[in-house]
């Protein structure tokens, strides 16, 4: 089993930033990616960004300059620097880590920000 603890959302005005941190713990011999999505009220749940062991990167179209992520592979952690955050950036915000094939989540954090 793999947990993921994720900290660093809150409360941040537009324009603002914030930096989400995810901790993947338990049975792991090698992780082969981590991510973030995020799900606002009545929306489904989608991408924001993803990268690779190896360091590739992949991001959704509307946080593309705002937003950078990045992993510790020693740490077996990733990292979601969000800068210029907008009120339709508001949403609970999910670590994902793919082990061996499989795909673990996070509980979630929040993140708001108002206008």
């Known amino acids: 089993q793999v947990q993921l603890v994720e900290s660093g959302g809150g409360l941040v005005q537009a324009g603002g930033s914030l930096r989400l941190s995810c901790a993947a713990s338990?049975?792991?011999?090698?992780?082969?990616?981590m991510g973030w999505y995020r799900q606002a009220p009545g929306n489904q749940r989608a991408l924001v960004a993803h990268?690779?062991?190896?360091?590739?990167?992949n991001y959704a179209e509307s946080v593309k300059g705002r937003f950078t992520i990045s992993g510790d592979n020693a740490k077996n952690s990733a990292y979601l620097q969000m800068n210029s955050l907008k009120p339709e950036d508001t949403a609970v915000y999910s670590c994902?880590?793919?082990?061996?094939?499989?795909?673990?989540w996070g509980r979630g954090t929040q993140v708001t920000v108002s206008s």
């Open positions: 994902i880590a793919d082990v061996g094939g499989r795909r673990y």
């Open positions: 338990g049975s792991i011999f090698s992780i082969d990616a």
């Open positions: 990268i690779t062991r190896g360091g590739s990167t």
